[in-house]
Antibody, heavy 120, light 108 residues
Framework: QVRLQETGPGLVKPSQTLSLTCTVS??????????WTWLRQPPGEGLQWLGY??????TYYPSLRSRLTISLDASKSQFSLNLTSVTAADTAVYYC?????????????WGQGILVTVSS | EIVLTQSPATLSLSPGERATLSCRAS??????LAWYQQRPGQAPRLLVY???RRATGIADRFSGSGSGTDFTLTISSLEPEDFALYYC??????????FGGGTKVEIK
């Protein structure tokens, strides 16, 4: 059974960098069949796709491209998110997920989510 | 960016009733349309992808249909655990992934 687990600080100060890690177990993070993806959901709002890491390349949501970095460490079976210069608008539950190669890249496995609050 | 509009925002039904959820895209998304269920405090769960393909382990009371810009998720007979939020999602032609605003299915 594939499992994903997000870890990281629950509180980040404005203007600082939000860093999260997703640990993948029960499946290979090296597989070329999957896109390793980050999403978020502000409290009481809908889902926003942030970007993914696939085959040594990354793709980001356009409006976040200047602040966002997604990387992958296959030796640790982890992928990570760094979001710089955060503001209160970045407060959200952050999810990592595995997207498949089916049309539209549907996400078949998700982490439980981690709430990150941006506040001084 | 393709915008997905879901309707209605809230659907009030009783257990055993049929639920019909709509998702309309601002332009054609081909067959690159998926549906997710999200229960309170939980991560979303993939229900349907490729318009009509049920994900692994998903009950056959969930079915997807549609084409081009108009899509439907139907729950044939609501079970108590089906009262939740539902989102549609697209990623057409390698553009950014977008989600609809969601439909809440609540107990009447």
């Amino acid at each position: 059974q594939v499992r994903l687990q997000e870890t990281g600080p629950g509180l980040v100060k404005p203007s600082q960098t939000l860093s999260l890690t997703c640990t993948v177990s029960g499946g290979s993070i090296n597989s070329y069949d999957f896109w390793w993806t980050w999403l978020r959901q502000p409290p009481g709002e809908g889902l926003q796709w942030l970007g993914y890491f696939y085959r040594s390349t990354t793709t980001y949501y356009p409006s976040l491209r200047s602040r966002l970095t997604i990387s992958l460490d296959a030796s640790k079976s982890q992928f990570s998110l760094n979001l710089t210069s955060v503001t209160a608008a970045d407060t959200a539950v952050y999810y990592c997920a595995r997207a498949t190669s089916h049309g539209g890249n549907p996400m078949d496995y998700w982490g439980q989510g981690i709430l990150v609050t941006v506040s001084s | 960016e393709i915008v997905l509009t879901q309707s209605p925002a809230t659907l009030s039904l009783s257990p055993g009733e049929r639920a019909t959820l709509s998702c309309r895209a601002s332009q054609s998304v081909g067959s690159d349309l998926a549906w997710y269920q999200q229960r309170p405090g939980q991560a979303p769960r993939l229900l349907v992808y490729g318009i009509s393909r049920r994900a692994t382990g998903i009950a056959d009371r969930f079915s997807g249909s549609g084409s081009g810009t108009d899509f439907t998720l139907t729950i044939s007979s609501l079970e108590p655990e089906d009262f939740a939020l539902y989102y549609c999602q697209q990623r057409y032609n390698w553009g950014p992934v977008t989600f609809g605003g969601g439909t809440k299915v609540e107990i009447k």
